[in-house]
């Protein structure tokens, strides 16, 4: 299709920009891509590698998944917010409580983000609660254990009164 007889401007013109600062732009808008579909192809195989060496409850392995991708958000934000033209204090401003969150989510996932009904995918609280339900186990055991006991008494003390 050709648009040039269309009345749209093109691109330098509308932005007065020249023809050399378009082909900057979009020679940058490339190198964001061919960064970005890197880190994915690296985080795509080593993950299909990650089963088949028994890598799968790394930590490292976690680790590394997670800060490639933050590597990517970041540089989408530092891109195509603009902040990477921005002045030091309100680059500070706009990350510093992004960073503080994405540390918070990658703590959560990382301590409690394991757990499971399965044994070996316990917590570090497991134990504590799994020795208070113990405990409440053998009350409540003990407790009807002596409810029981006192059943089978009565049943007895009934059976005796009926043979007399």
């Known amino acids: 299709m050709d648009f040039s007889h269309d009345n749209y401007p093109s691109y330098e013109t509308m932005y007065n920009h020249d023809a050399e600062y378009g082909k900057k732009a979009r020679r940058k808008?490339?190198?964001?891509f061919w960064i970005m579909l890197a880190i994915t192809i690296a985080e795509l195989v080593i993950g299909s590698m990650a089963p088949?060496?028994?890598?799968?409850?790394?930590?490292w392995l976690k680790?590394?998944?997670?800060?490639?991708?933050?590597a990517k958000a970041g540089y989408i934000v530092i891109i195509f917010m603009h902040l990477g033209h921005e002045v030091k204090f309100?680059?500070?401003?706009?990350?510093?409580?992004?960073?503080?969150?994405m540390f918070y989510g990658i703590f959560i996932i990382l301590s409690e983000g394991t757990y499971s009904s399965e044994v070996h995918h316990r917590t570090k609280v497991d134990p504590i609660l799994a020795a208070q339900q113990i405990e409440l186990h053998k009350r409540a055991a003990a407790h009807f254990a002596g409810h029981d006991a006192?059943?089978?008494?009565?049943?007895?003390?009934?059976?005796?009164?009926?043979?007399?």
């Open 52 to 59: 088949s060496h028994g890598w799968t409850g790394a930590m």
């Open 29 to 32: 808008l490339w190198n964001v």
């Open 90 to 101: 309100f680059k500070y401003i706009v990350l510093v409580p992004y960073i503080t969150f």
């Open 150 to 164: 006192g059943a089978e008494h009565g049943k007895e003390a009934k059976a005796e009164e009926g043979h007399h």
């Open 63 to 70: 680790v590394l998944f997670i800060s490639l991708t933050v």
